[in-house]
């Protein structure tokens, strides 16, 4: 649920938090595939005596006459012949030490494939942790990772992980530690444990990366192993901590030459067939039921053209995302939009190269900006105006289609277009069937100069979306909107020091009501009446900037720090194809950090962070100020311990959004904290806490929530973990409802008294038959019930005094409103893929949910968990089952 303006950290928010704090090398956390003999069946030969050269960070390939046989063994000749890298070092927890796990690692290639063999020598064999998983999965198993930066260029790259059991992960990375885990290159990899450990053997096509033009290549080249019973880490080069990102710090594969132009045409038909329920809201006429179970069947396709090594044109027709995971259920009943994740395969591949973030303050969005691929295939914004029941959930796309790549002059690109449907709504009374949602055209590009030194870049972004509106949708939509800016990043010192900065613009046009509701909108509020920005119910246009500046240390000793200023003018607006949650603000923030990654006998690892800020309108008005401690400690034991606390408004501060367009309200001092807890994830049970609180408003409002999370392996097959959350929300200060017009001064705005509960449940189930066949349920049965009391509107909002902020509104006395919002959202998917590249996928989705107010039958006030979670499951049920079959071609 989103929380309201007092709200402290919440669970996700905290794990998303302790991830990013544990340094970029420590993104390296991650997953490997099976096992290696002699080919008499007899183990191989015991390792060679450890070379005693210095460490070396360049690696030649050779050529290889006859291919490797990718069957996990050691005994191809390609493989005699092959340059040995075996220094490796430790780089957690003792960075630089030696590793009694002793790793080799060998490189060769031909025309189409670029192979990699490693032996990982174990004097346990019997212990190696090898775990089931369907493909992309991270287990607590050993693994072997393989980072190729194919243009050598310190800042992008691919990742190919094994872990012993045969399971794959990938990644393409972008930005030195920005990992894009929706890339799903074809490759292959065998595995096998043997007496001496285990080895992996890898085949990575050309085709699938991409590289400058030229007669000969050096790529950059990192290998990873992490040893999962006892935590240990292991590279080459060794990768320091120390250091900010991780590709930057590969070493070099060179003796890559005499390459044809690879082929790289790939072709993706599938066929789905799906059938649904579709509720009419009501009986429909002739005694037929409210419901029924269309069927039907789609074609469409996916393309990849290489253009050439180093441009690729992905495109795709009639796309259907049917296999991707539902969103969370959410309640939000605050001033700002959701932000939900992407989850679909197109546009999460190759997403780096279009991100241009304008906002990185947001504990819940994260960082946020000028493109946010989610308004692709939303949900028809007129829905609620000229659609029904029936009305589909989210917008057809016609067609989409990106071009991304890298120059051999240093400038990378990426162009993205997409074409939605006309989706119309019911029929009006004149015969007219207005659209809910217009036919419309997205359009992105983007384009990035490396400097020469590798350390930094300039870019600039340009947006656009164009809707052919009908006369139904020009008074609630844009016609056009534009976005565009310039960004710079450049570090020094060791590359430890990093000086960002962007500058951006917009200009969005409409009819002149269509522009008063985006200036009325919570993101811009024009109307408010206590500032200097002028409402104007004739404009049909609106244009604004945006600004930020950062200074940061990410590397080097134990100390890290940030400093940000940012400021956004009031007619900045981007939510057309961006993600903006407010204009009109100006933010300094300040963050220092202490960061131990050496073990002791106390900790493993330990960060300690400090935090300020302060945050105001473009006119001046403080919007917020508060200063937090938090720290992520993980013990010998290799249990996590998290705690942070926050004060808030110690100076007067005021919140311009609550009123959703009326005066600024001003806020009292708050306090919030949070602690938890998580257990060694290497184990078959493990578990975590986590709980916070909140207190605000003199003592009026105050929250908690908590709640554990356990996670259960079975098996190397089946695993399963379930989430578990209690939420008691008490705001004496939520914003109810405003009456009367915009800028007249009899326009009440009221608050009440929420007094909310809700309880959310998250279970996974996993199945896994072989790396290529698995069965995942995801459900989460959610409910949250809230009532209204003690109606006040705004009296003296800036008034230092709590009491007299507001006064009584109306008659009404006690409880006066309420709500039940049930939902149950589930997904069962199998997935296999028969061959590489190509998967069938039978997926079940059930959805079932009410949001009854205080006038509606069945009503109830009050929370009680077995009436409401019952009364969740009582309701009718939207199933949709669908069958999607892909074949990948690679002519």
Wanted: net charge neutral; aromatic share 12%; hydrophobic share 35%.
């Amino acid at each position: 649920m989103t929380v309201p303006r007092h709200a402290p950290l919440r669970r996700s928010a905290l794990l998303a938090l302790a991830l990013l704090l544990a340094s970029a090398p420590a993104a390296l956390a991650q997953g490997v595939s099976p096992y290696v003999v002699a080919a008499s069946g007899t183990p191989a030969e015991p390792p060679p005596a450890r070379s005693e050269r210095a460490t070396v960070t360049a690696a030649v390939a050779t050529r290889a006459n006859v291919a490797p046989v990718l069957d996990g063994r050691t005994d191809d000749a390609a493989w005699a012949s092959a340059q040995i890298i075996d220094q490796f070092l430790q780089y957690e927890p003792n960075e630089g030490q030696e590793s009694r796990f002793r790793t080799e690692a060998r490189v060769t290639f031909d025309d189409r494939y670029l192979y990699v063999l490693a032996r990982m020598f174990d004097p346990a064999p019997d212990s190696i942790v090898s775990l089931l998983s369907r493909r992309d999965v991270r287990t607590a198993s050993e693994q072997l990772k393989i980072i190729v930066d194919s243009y050598n260029d310190k800042k992008t790259g691919y990742e190919f992980i094994v872990n012993p059991a045969g399971v794959k992960r990938d990644f393409s990375v972008s930005n030195d530690n920005n990992e894009d885990a929706s890339w799903d290159g074809v490759w292959d990899v065998a595995t096998r444990i043997d007496s001496l450990g285990w080895v992996a053997e890898f085949r990575i096509p050309f085709s699938q990366i991409r590289f400058a033009p030229g007669a000969e290549h050096t790529f950059g080249l990192l290998i990873a192993r992490d040893v999962a019973r006892t935590g240990e880490r292991i590279s080459w080069p060794l990768l320091s901590r120390k250091k900010n990102g991780y590709v930057s710090q590969a070493g070099t594969l060179s003796g890559i030459g005499g390459l044809p132009t690879p082929r790289r045409v790939e072709l993706s038909p599938y066929v789905v067939m799906k059938n649904g329920t579709r509720d009419y809201g009501a009986p429909r006429e002739g005694g037929l039921s409210r419901y029924d179970h269309p069927s039907q069947a789609t074609v469409g396709a996916d393309f990849k053209v290489g253009l050439s090594s180093n441009l690729t044109l992905d495109a795709t027709i009639n796309p259907d995302f049917g296999q991707v995971e539902a969103d969370p259920a959410q309640l939000n009943l605050t001033a700002f939009e959701t932000f939900y994740s992407e989850r679909r395969p197109f546009f999460l591949e190759g997403a780096g190269i279009f991100k241009f973030n304008t906002n990185c303050g947001d504990i819940d969005s994260g960082c946020t900006g000028l493109f946010y691929s989610r308004r692709i295939g939303r949900r028809p914004q007129l829905a609620d105006d000229y659609g029904d029941a029936t009305s589909p959930t989210a917008t057809p796309i016609a067609t989409a289609a990106k071009l991304t790549g890298r120059l051999a002059n240093g400038f990378s690109i990426g162009v993205l277009d997409a074409v939605t449907e006309r989706v119309d709504g019911v029929a009006m009374l004149d015969g007219t069937r207005p659209a809910i949602e217009p036919r419309t055209n997205y359009s992105v590009v983007r384009v990035q100069r490396d400097q020469a030194d590798g350390r930094g870049d300039f870019g600039l972004m340009l947006t656009g979306v164009n809707r052919a509106l009908d006369a139904g949708g020009s008074p609630f939509l844009t016609n056009s909107a534009y976005s565009g800016g310039l960004d710079f990043r450049r570090r020094f010192v060791g590359n430890n020091y990093e000086l960002r900065s962007f500058i951006a613009a917009s200009d969005v046009r409409g009819s002149a009501e269509a522009i008063a509701a985006l200036q009325s909108n919570t993101v811009h509020a024009f109307q408010r009446p206590d500032d200097r920005v002028t409402y104007d119910p004739t404009r049909t246009e609106m244009r604004g900037d945006a600004e930020r500046v950062s200074l940061s240390k990410f590397g080097g000793g134990i100390t890290r720090f940030q400093s940000v200023y940012q400021r956004f003018s009031p007619g900045f607006e981007t939510n057309d194809i961006g993600y903006q949650q407010r204009a009109d603000q100006q933010l300094f923030r300040n963050w220092f950090a202490l960061q131990f990654q050496n073990p002791t006998k106390f900790y493993r690892k330990a960060f300690f962070n400090f935090n300020a800020q302060e945050r105001w309108s473009t006119e001046g008005l403080v919007l917020g100020n508060g200063v937090n401690h938090n720290f992520h400690i993980q013990l010998p034991s290799q249990w996590w311990v998290h705690f942070g606390m926050n004060v808030n408004d110690l100076l007067p501060s005021y919140g311009d959004r609550d009123a959703r367009g009326g005066p600024a309200l001003r806020h009292s001092k708050n306090v919030n904290g949070w602690t938890g807890f998580e257990t060694d994830d290497r184990k078959a049970l493990s578990y975590s806490v986590f709980t916070s609180w909140w207190k605000a408003d003199a003592g009026h409002s105050w929250g908690m929530d908590g709640g554990p999370g356990v996670n259960l392996r079975v098996s190397s097959r089946f695993s399963a973990s379930m989430d578990f959350n209690y939420s008691r929300n008490v705001d004496d200060g939520q914003f109810y409802a405003s009456y009367g017009d915009i800028g007249s001064d009899t326009t009440h705005y009221t608050f009440a008294r929420l007094d909310q509960t809700t309880i959310g449940i998250s279970s996974r189930i996993n199945f896994t038959a072989t790396p290529n066949l698995s069965f995942q349920f995801y459900g989460q049965p959610y409910v949250s019930n809230g009532t209204y009391a003690d109606w006040r509107e705004l009296d003296q909002p800036r008034s230092s005094d709590y009491d007299r902020r507001m006064k009584k509104y109306g008659t009404t006395s006690g409880i006066f409103d309420g709500f039940n919002y049930r939902e149950f959202r589930s997904n069962a998917v199998m997935r296999y893929e028969y061959r590489p590249g190509s998967a069938l996928f039978v997926v079940w989705q059930q959805g079932r949910g009410d949001y009854l107010v205080r006038t509606d039958a069945g009503y109830n006030e009050g929370y009680d968990f077995r009436r409401d979670y019952g009364a969740t499951f009582r309701s009718h049920p939207n199933n949709t089952f669908l069958v999607k079959w892909s074949y990948w071609l690679n002519p």
